[in-house]
């Protein structure tokens, strides 16, 4: 090529993507650069030619490229334009042995050169001269849709692309496409199901196979589910537990009869035998040894009818096993791999098919011959196990190394392997404890321990296991292979576990190996750092291989071909970022920078000398060399790694090649390495980003150092995998020994839990490290700038993933915990613990081995100067005006000042541990926590206790957390969050005084001088302020930004438990504080289960509260919610008892006083009842309402303590009614019955519907019989006395018997006194009327904004409108002078406002009356002998409020009263403002006017109910009537009534249409006047009744005006008929009622009015229809 220079000349045009190539690795070879006028961003090498991707997207080859037609040679000795792909921007390029591919930004494919096999994936063309789009066509979907592709890989025959949502398609020839086919080539791109569903990061291809890397399923689920303690499948107990005298049983032999629930493992076979092992597979005897077998291969099983058959398996099945097909190719490969558990999932059978995870698992074309197949299975080895017992049985070995061997017959149902790690196995722990005592609770802090340090299990110490495995012989009989330290107990034990039904009797000692064993390990972070999965890439990853494997490149140990993907198992855990596929060997790259190489190694290409090449082995690389990018050729291997130096250098292993020669036989055969051998031209190149190999080629893409910026990327990339490394070999050098160490839990003590913590924090942290390392070390091949580097975008995450870790260790060195460990660490690694040493990189000599651990552990803090120095020295590379200056300064100031922070933690932790050794021993214990750091402490007598005795010992330590006060022998712990300090003044005393309140304790403290008292005030202000924070020890970390307040606050939230007032004693309160009392919101807790939720003032419940106490007998809980106050139940509130009772309403000092409800019972319960009325001290006193609901009778009446005591009505449901005195809760003296037919009684009684002495009995016929009475009513009576028949002059007896009723009732002013008195109460005033007016109106003000507080914290109680007039009702009616007219109404609609809304203390005892108007008087209250009392309530309500009123606008006149401005016409108001005329002159005030519009619609219901049963009769006889009449048309029912002719219409307007009334025409006259009538029924108070009233007598006179044609004036003789007429066409149905309503609560100033005169003719017009007589 001539236009490629050697790279020692420079072409100064290009700083970025520089390419050179060169072949084999002699001193000789010089790199040649590839020119070109672009960057190139990305090169791929086929067998002899190249692509190459430059920046703008464009595609260059070179090579031999023996399809382009046009081309005179097919050499092109320079890169030629792909000029096919200039409109295309492509992103991506990939090159085989003798095609090409690149995928574009739109994720389209383009493929050119060789198709004989199909590679290039277009039909009917042998070659492709140039790039040709490829359809990637996903037919499942409808319809179908085109596939995404980000990237491909191509190998000799077939082509692999990776689809946008992590999928593969492969197209070409040869088993190593991974399809369910056997006919190639493969034309059109397909789907390869077997990998469907997984997340593949990167494919890869080889001359003849395929790899992918595939993201592990992500585990937070997993570990979330309770572990699985029942089998899936039979739902047994995988668990089960027999307790014998001196120890117990625990045994997981768990056989499920339904189904085999075995992982599968994989058979190695060595690479020189294909053919099966001539051991037998199907006997018990010999799965015995199969464990430490590596000679044993697959047991027959399918013979894939694909090309990559090799060998013949068919010839080698027994007789009397039938030929089984599996779906995916090899289905039973069995290795001595290990058998992974998870943690949280009883494991399946897996074999190599793609079904085997996740789905449910089955190699068999139908389920009955698998059960069938199984059946037979099973009974054989049964009988195999009855004739053998236990010497021959199937192993399931345990080895004390951290994997299991499990290779047994894979369909033969073995022992359950869970992982006892979770619910089942903490419950049987939980359970043995009692039995066992100590062994099994420390075996089971030995197991949890495990648990944390497991999810490092799968690295050093499977390797081990594996080159282990491969060394032993195979052995035969029962005596198993050494594996490490396998006990003959274990054998047994194992065999144990196998056996079905048989329990095992386990040591904790076993227990404890065993757990530790068969765990596959659990992540200690869930799968990675959620927060920012997106950026940082994942490390638990697997690796796949299907194709060929004759050279073993497939790493399964074997070299069967595989014609589905299959998981390598030994790369679980290992963290493996890339792989590279060589012609016929592979390579897989592990975030810890190391590689493994697995196949063909004819050239020395794996760089080891390992055997069997089968399986993946470590490349020998020395010690510090960490390579971060592979490359895979034809027989050699390129490494790019870092060493020693800031430049980046390249390894190679593998072939030599010589260039002046052709290709000789004997060259074949020429120089190799042993191992990878440095290049030594790799420092000319500049900084390496990546390599790729093909063919015999090598190529690296280099940068120039421009303003030091690679430089500096490359160091923080090389520097963060170097630390990665550091931190997987602490875990693995120093963590995993000292956690396989039986005595550890017991050598740590309380420390254990400490250290499982500290584990896993670091945890965390080296996985974020490793995520962050394989992050940059992909951003060096891409990234022209900074954008994307995770440490500056996340920083956050770091800072605080460090921050938890350095707590960690921090806690763990207060508790001595490095100290416990000395031991250990003597016990695994020697006296010198020279590995602690070495990892430590301690300088300092002579340092104890806890101080060397302690430092060891505080090395990642270190690192944190690291982050801030490099990107402080990448921030060197930009203009310090820039924004990416900004950012990276911003973070490294961020990760300094953290390692500052960090370090001072570090100094208090040791400043601490160094106060415990030396403090004295008792009390250590006890205030020793982890979290726990001092902050100063006064053993120099700087700090004195005030008035101390002459020979008390007073110390005082401040924690961050805590105050002690420590004496002799006792200490007092003052909680720092509830704890106030302040100075006292020096003035005269001088004295140095701090005084410290608690919330129980009071004292002072003196200091020596006035430094020690500001040290001492700041500090214990610094240390509360930090608690309050909630920071911990941790202080205030400089992320934040936060900085520290000079005191802390004296109202605070705190937690505190109070330990010697005797109200609190015990309890716990939570909430906020001022100056050491509960201050505001708060909950107390007591121990013995009562708590109370609410408002606190100085230290008492006071305001709202909600308080349970449990109720030990009914087993429940007393539930109290309401106001407080001085402590005690006090204000309004609602109990909700234990027994099912209900009490709602006033309290005073924990007892019910005032107005109150109580419900008791359910209406289905024994007793269920309602009482409503006054309480006085807990006992029902004053005038009350007592539903009894089950007897149907109801008491209105006097009470006195708990009895009916004084003058009460009592009415049943049975119609009976009673009124009169009460004794001791009896009917005893005077009394008035009367019966549902009017029969009467009145007279004395003894008891409750006992009639005893004098009395009359009135008949309901008039006639009565007076004497002596005696009997209980409704049974028989015993009667002395006369017997009177009235003459029919005589009817004036019958007339005062009904006077007379209501008069032993309670009067109405009596009533609900206590509803008033609460009122009054409210608005400040001790009496009625007795008050100022002012005080009354700030209350009112008070009560809104209070209650609209609470209202505005649970805002759904509230409705728009009901805010609406709580706002409105913030304006006081103000007035000057006497009320006029427009204030009278201004005053109205306030109190119509205040009467809407409960908030106010009017609206609430409008609501309080409403509901015991209610309660008296719905239900058996609805009775017509109750009327005169209702309607007398409701008046002596009017005036009781018209009292409130007027005390609230004094200028108001009083009932009766004028208003000013008599120049306007009266007024009686109504709802709808009119104003209605009167005789008399000025507006007259009244309380039924005022207040009647706001009570009535809500009294309405059972007021006019009981009118409605009063008035039944009468109302009937009307009614029938009005039927009567109503069915005359109009014109005769004119005639009939008697109207004069001249007011009958001719003509009626209906529907808009004018009509002749005819003789047949009815309801047609006066319709509007009717209309009008009719709407006397929807209106509420007499006022508006009145109206509806007046409007209709104006509808008729307009009707009768318009027919006359002149003005004339009614007289009562015309009118009357008329008005009668449309009365009697308005068919009200309850008339009778309507006119007595109106008649009793009509205001008395109307009644000689106009209004007047109407309601008499509306009242006439009733009592003639009653009497009209139809001739």
């Not at 042998?126 to 990637?136: A, K, L």
């Not at 908030?1399 to 209610?1414: A, F, K, N």
Request: proline fraction near 5%; aromatic fraction near 8%.
């Amino acid at each position: 090529m001539e236009k490629q220079k050697s790279s020692g000349e420079e072409d100064s045009s290009l700083e970025t993507g520089l390419l050179h190539t060169w072949k084999g690795y002699s001193y000789s070879t010089t790199p040649e650069r590839v020119l070109l006028s672009r960057p190139v961003i990305q090169a791929a090498l086929g067998a002899r030619h190249g692509v190459l991707l430059v920046e703008g997207g464009q595609v260059y080859s070179f090579g031999e490229l023996p399809w382009k037609q046009n081309q005179a040679t097919s050499v092109a000795s320079e890169p030629v334009l792909e000029a096919v792909l200039s409109e295309q921007r492509v992103v991506f390029v990939a090159a085989g042995s003798a095609h090409s591919g690149v995928v574009t930004e739109d994720g389209g494919v383009h493929m050119w050169g060789d198709n004989s096999h199909g590679q290039c994936g277009l039909l009917g063309l042998s070659v492709i001269p140039n790039p040709t789009p490829v359809g990637v066509v996903d037919s499942e979907t409808t319809p179908s849709q085109s596939v995404k592709i980000l990237e491909m890989a191509c190998g000799d025959q077939h082509t692999l692309a990776l689809s946008a949502k992590h999928e593969v398609w492969a197209w070409g020839s040869g088993c190593q496409l991974g399809l369910n086919t056997s006919t190639f080539p493969v034309w059109k791109p397909q789907k390869v199901e077997c990998l469907a569903g997984k997340h593949v990061l990167q494919v890869d291809c080889g001359a003849s196979h395929s790899l992918a890397l595939v993201r592990c399923p992500p585990s937070p689920q997993e570990s979330r589910k309770p572990l699985v303690d029942k089998c899936g499948h039979c739902h047994q107990l995988l668990y089960t537990m027999t307790d014998k005298e001196d120890h117990v049983i625990i045994s997981d032999g768990h056989h499920c009869p339904l189904g085999v629930e075995v992982d599968s493992t994989e058979a190695k076979s060595d690479p020189d035998q294909g053919s099966l092992s001539k051991q037998g597979r199907n006997s018990p005897e010999s799965s015995v040894t199969s464990s430490a077998n590596p000679a044993s291969t697959t047991p027959p099983s399918s013979t894939p009818a694909t090309e990559c058959q090799h060998h013949s398996l068919a010839s080698s099945q027994k007789p009397g096993e039938p030929a089984m097909k599996d779906s995916c190719g090899l289905g039973g490969t069995v290795t001595n791999g290990e058998v992974c558990v998870e943690a949280s999932e009883t494991t399946t059978i897996e074999t190599d098919s793609c079904k085997a995870t996740g789905l449910k698992s089955s190699p068999y074309p139908d389920e009955q011959a698998v059960k069938a197949y199984l059946k037979r299975l099973s009974d054989h080895s049964l009988v195999e196990h009855t004739a053998k017992t236990s010497s021959t049985l199937h192993s399931a070995q345990i080895s004390s190394d951290p994997a299991v061997c499990f290779a047994s017959e894979p369909f033969i149902p073995v022992a359950q392997s869970v992982t006892p790690m979770g619910s089942a196995l903490n419950n049987l722990v939980a359970s043995c404890a009692s039995a066992v005592g100590e062994r099994v609770a420390s075996t089971y802090e030995a197991l949890s321990l495990r648990k944390v340090i497991g999810y490092w299990v799968p690295g050093e110490g499977r390797e081990r296991l594996e080159e282990r495995l491969r060394l032993e012989e195979p052995m035969q009989g029962k005596k198993s292979s050494s594996l490490g330290d396998i006990r003959e107990e274990e054998a047994e034990l194992s065999r144990r576990l196998s056996l079905p039904g048989l329990l095992s009797q386990v040591s904790p000692r076993l227990l404890r190996r065993t757990s530790r064993t068969r765990g596959r390990p659990v992540p200690l972070t869930s799968g990675g750092i959620s927060e920012s999965d997106a950026h940082l890439p994942s490390l638990q990853t697997e690796v796949w291989s299907w194709g060929r494997g004759q050279e073993g490149q497939l790493g399964h140990g074997d070299l069967l071909p595989r014609p589905q993907p299959v998981c390598i198992k030994s790369f679980s855990g290992k963290e493996v970022l890339r792989v590279a596929a060589g012609a016929s060997h592979s390579l897989a790259l592990t975030t810890q920078s190391q590689v493994f190489s697995w196949g063909c190694n004819t050239s020395g290409q794996l760089g080891h000398m390992e055997s069997p090449t089968n399986f993946p082995h470590l490349t020998k690389l020395s010690e510090g060399i960490r390579v971060w990018d592979i490359g895979a050729g034809q027989q050699h291997t390129l490494l790019l790694a870092d060493g020693d130096c800031m430049q980046p250098i390249l390894y190679y292993s593998g072939k030599q090649v010589k260039e002046e020669q052709e290709e000789t036989a004997e060259e074949q055969t020429g120089k190799y390495t042993q191992q990878p051998v440095l290049l030594p031209f790799c420092m000319n190149l500049g900084y390496v980003s990546s390599v790729c190999t093909g063919g015999q080629t090598c190529a690296a893409l280099a940068d120039r150092n421009v303003m030091g910026f690679k430089s500096s990327l490359h160091e923080l990339a090389a520097a963060e995998r170097k630390y990665y490394c550091k931190l997987s070999n602490i875990k693995n050098l120093l963590l995993q020994p000292l956690l396989k160490l039986d005595s550890l839990s017991s050598a740590l003590g309380q420390s254990s839990g400490l250290l499982q913590n500290l584990i896993g924090r670091l945890g965390r942290l080296s996985q974020l490290t490793g995520q962050n390392s394989a992050s940059l070390t992909s951003f060096l091949r891409r990234s022209r700038d900074i954008r994307g580097i995770v440490l500056l975008d996340d920083a956050h995450l770091f800072l605080d993933t460090y921050s938890e870790y350095c707590s960690a260790v921090g806690d763990f060195l207060v508790m001595g915990g490095f100290q416990a460990l000395v031991k250990p660490c003597q016990d695994v690694f020697g006296k010198g613990a020279d590995v602690v040493q070495r990892l430590s990189e301690c300088s300092e000599e002579g340092l104890a081995l806890a101080d060397i651990l302690a430092h060891l552990f505080y090395l990642p803090i270190k690192h944190l100067h690291e982050y801030g120095r490099l990107l402080l020295k990448l921030a060197s590379c930009y203009d310090p005006s820039s924004v990416d200056y900004q950012k990276l300064q911003d973070a490294s100031s961020k990760y300094e000042s953290m390692a500052l922070h960090l370090k001072r933690r570090r100094k208090e932790a040791e400043y601490t541990l160094h106060f415990w050794k030396s403090f004295p021993g008792k009390m250590t214990d006890s205030l020793r926590k982890a979290s726990r750091r001092l902050v100063c402490e006064s053993s120099n007598k700087a700090l004195t206790l005030q008035n101390a005795g002459r020979f008390s010992v007073n110390w005082f330590m401040l924690f961050n957390d805590a105050l002690v006060h420590a004496q002799f022998s006792t200490h007092h712990v003052f909680p720092l969050a509830t704890l106030w300090v302040e100075p006292v003044s020096e003035d005269n005393t001088g004295l140095y005084g701090l005084k410290l309140t608690s919330p129980e304790e009071s004292f002072t403290l003196l200091a020596s001088s006035s430094a020690e008292k500001a040290k001492w005030l700041r500090s214990i202000n610094q240390a509360v302020e930090q608690a309050l924070s909630g920071l911990g020890h941790d202080g205030i970390p400089p992320s934040t930004g936060l900085t520290q307040r000079a005191d802390p606050p004296i109202s605070r939230t705190a937690s505190y438990t109070f330990y010697k007032d005797s109200r609190l004693k015990e309890a716990t309160y939570e909430g906020r504080w001022v100056s050491g009392k509960p201050h505001g919101r708060g909950v107390v807790k007591w121990p013995d289960g009562r708590m109370y939720t609410g408002a606190f003032k100085n230290g008492l419940e006071d305001g709202f509260g909600d308080y349970v106490v449990p109720n030990k007998t009914q087993n429940t809980c007393d539930h109290y919610q309401g106001q407080w106050k001085d402590g005690k139940m006090h204000g309004f509130g609602t109990f909700r008892y234990a027994s099912g009772e209900v009490y709602e309403g006033s309290f005073q000092d924990n007892m019910r006083h005032g107005h109150g409800m109580l419900r008791s019972g359910k209406l289905n319960s024994t007793s269920p009842s309602v009482f409503i009325g006054q309480w006085q001290y807990d006992k029902k006193s004053g005038y009350g309402v007592f539903d009894d609901i089950t007897r149907g009778e109801k008491y209105m009446g006097m009470w006195l303590d708990d009895q009916r005591q004084g003058n009460g009505v009592v009415v049943t449901q049975f119609g009976l009614y009673y009124e009169g005195a009460f004794s001791n809760n009896k009917m005893m003296g005077t009394g008035v019955l009367l019966s549902e037919d009017d029969t009467t009684f009145e007279g004395e009684f003894s008891e409750d519907w006992t009639l005893n002495g004098k009395g009359v009995l009135t008949m309901p016929n008039g006639d009565y019989i007076e004497g002596s009475f005696n009997g209980v009513w409704g049974t028989g009576l015993k009667i002395s006395g006369s017997y009177y028949k009235p003459s029919l002059y005589d009817s004036d007896k019958e007339k005062t018997h009904f006077n007379k009723l209501g008069r032993l009732a309670v009067h109405s002013e009596e009533k609900w006194k206590a509803v008033f008195v609460e009122c009054w109460d409210r608005l400040g005033c001790d009496s009625p009327g007795q008050g100022e007016t002012s005080t009354a109106w700030d209350n009112i003000a008070i009560a809104l904004t209070v209650n609209r507080r609470q209202q505005r914290d649970s805002p759904e109680l509230l409705s728009r409108s009901h805010h609406k007039t709580l706002e409105s009702l913030e304006f006081i009616p103000q007035h000057v002078g006497p009320v006029t007219l427009e204030v009278y109404h201004t005053i109205r609609r306030y109190l119509v406002k205040a009467c809407d809304t409960p908030l106010h203390p009017l609206g609430r005892l409008v609501e309080t009356l409403v509901s015991v108007y209610r309660m008296t008087y719905v239900g058996v209250g609805a009775n017509r002998r109750l009327l005169p009392q209702a309607v007398n309530e409701i008046q002596s309500y009017l005036s009781r409020i018209f009292q409130l009123v007027r005390f609230l606008f004094p200028d108001l006149p009083d009932e009766g009263g004028s208003l000013a401005e008599p120049r306007k016409e009266k007024t009686d108001t109504d709802t709808t403002g009119k104003l209605l005329e009167s005789p008399k002159p000025g507006c007259v005030v009244s309380s039924s006017a005022l207040l009647l519009p706001v009570l009535l619609p809500r009294l309405y219901p059972p007021l006019f109910t009981l009118y409605a049963l009063d008035k039944e009769k009468e109302d009937d006889v009307y009614w029938e009537c009005v039927i009567r009449l109503n069915k005359q048309p109009d014109l005769a029912l004119l005639a009939f009534l008697g109207v004069q002719q001249k007011f009958w219409p001719v003509t009626v307007t209906l529907h808009g249409e004018k009509q002749q009334v005819l003789s047949n025409t009815k309801d047609a006259c006066f319709a509007s006047a009717v209309e009008t009538l009719q709407q006397i029924s929807t209106t509420f108070t007499p006022s508006d009744k009145l109206q509806v009233i007046q409007l209709t007598f104006e509808e008729i006179t307009q009707e009768v005006l318009a027919l006359l044609k002149q003005d004339f004036l009614w007289s009562m003789d015309d009118l009357f008929p008329v008005f009668l007429f449309v009365v009697l066409r308005a068919r009200i149905r309850n008339l009778g009622s309507e006119v007595s309503l109106i008649e009793d609560l009509m205001d008395p100033c109307v009644q000689h009015g106009e209004h007047g005169i109407m309601f008499t003719t509306l009242k006439a017009s009733y009592y003639q229809i009653q009497h009209e007589k139809v001739t």
